[in-house]
């Protein structure tokens, strides 16, 4: 929030003449639906002006009830900002931010009833507003209430290419606020996208255009399942590239490109280090475990990834290879294991698969020159 009044423009001795560093302001216009008569403070959000109630904005402890009392305790008079379309109160949000904070202050009980029970990407998107408003003004409970909706709207929309920006932007909200069970609920829709046929380049872009990375890498690596990778020139060259780069940026493919040898590099270490295998409840030993059921588990898990189950799918789709393997150990019969230790087999890989999801990102970032990452 800020407090700066307009500038005013600087005037050379030259008569007509005008400072051009100097911006000026568009001349603010009242606001058709919040400028009230019996309003107390005037505030103005780009270039509109609210004439509200200072008791609403004080409502549910929110950052305007401190703004509102001055050292000493008393009330803010009549001179301070705010008190003349002169002397707003200047705010950093959009018109469109600030209305949706005002809609839910004075909203009528059936307004905010037909809110609750609509669930399209048009209310969402008002829903969307009204929760990054009073977060960011800490209306704690009006921020509770919104996310609510949120939460029960989201698994109920059916989204497309053109509505993914809520998505990306429901994401944002929902690391904002902490709030796990929104992310979980938005990752479902995203890989919904994914799967339903939406071109992965398309959400790249949309990412970007957002400046969100949490679905980067379940986005990018959608991407890369779709391409294939061949040799570019003659058969013996030794220069590779990608198939179906339409639409990608260099950096782009650049990326896609190191993230398929970074998942190969990632799958020949796998084969080489079985997870570790969880001792079974009644495993006689640790000895036991380390000399006859690790060692049993780490010959399945070698035959496990040389297996045609595995070795058939893309060389770039670690996660395919990986439930690959957990088909192929389901089916594993014979062994020298501890009884109790065999069930542990598909829990050792069902816990890869999850730590290699959590950590896909690592292999879509370009290494820098000095050593880091070019996201």
């Known amino acids: 929030m800020s407090t700066n009044r307009r500038k005013r423009v600087r005037v050379d001795a030259t008569p007509g003449s005008v400072d051009p560093e100097i911006p000026v302001e568009p001349q603010a216009i009242r606001d058709g639906d919040y400028y009230f008569d019996d309003g107390d403070f005037i505030i103005r959000a780009e270039n509109t002006l609210f004439r509200v109630h200072k008791f609403l904005l004080s409502r549910d402890s929110s950052m305007f009830k401190d703004m509102f009392i001055i050292p000493g305790g008393s009330a803010t008079t009549e001179t301070a900002d705010g008190s003349t379309d002169e002397t707003p109160l200047a705010v950093s949000d959009t018109v469109e ?100 046929g939406v071109n992965p380049a398309q959400l790249i872009s949309v990412l970007e255009r957002e400046e969100h990375s949490s679905f980067g890498a379940l986005t990018y690596y959608a991407q890369l399942s779709s391409m294939k990778l061949v040799r570019a020139g003659d058969p013996g060259s030794r220069t590779f590239t990608l198939t179906g780069c339409d639409g990608l940026s260099e950096k782009q493919i650049s990326k896609l490109l190191f993230a398929c040898w970074a998942l190969q590099t990632e799958f020949f270490h796998l084969c080489a ?98 050593g880091g990452a070019i996201q």
């Not at 969307?128 to 409970?141: G, R």
């Not at 909706?149 to 929902?174: D, Y």
């Not at 999850?354 to 879509?364: C, P, V």
């Open 97 to 196: 931010s600030f209305r949706a904070l005002l809609w839910v202050l004075y909203a009528l009980p059936l307004d905010l009833h037909a809110l609750a029970i609509e669930k399209t990407t048009t209310h969402l998107n008002r829903m969307l507003f009204v929760a990054e408003i009073t977060n960011k003004y800490n209306f704690t409970s009006l921020e509770a209430w919104s996310m609510q909706l949120i939460k029960a709207v989201v698994p109920k929309v059916k989204f497309t290419e053109a509505t993914s920006p809520l998505l990306a932007r429901t994401m944002t909200l929902a690391e904002r606020c902490a709030d796990s069970a929104l992310s979980d609920m938005v990752l479902g829709a995203w890989e919904g996208l994914l799967q339903g």
């Open 273 to 370: 280090n079985a997870p570790p295998l969880p001792r079974g409840a009644d495993c006689p030993s640790a000895t036991h475990h380390t000399d006859v059921c690790t060692r049993d588990w780490n010959k399945i898990w070698l035959e496990c990834m040389t297996s045609k189950t595995v070795l058939t799918i893309d060389s770039a789709d670690l996660l395919g290879r990986l439930n690959g393997a957990q088909k192929y150990i389901a089916n594993v019969r014979r062994v020298q294991m501890h009884s109790t230790c065999r069930p542990k087999m598909e829990v050792a890989v069902v816990t890869l698969i999850k730590m290699t999801k959590r950590h896909l990102g690592d292999h879509f970032q370009l290494p820098s020159a000095a």
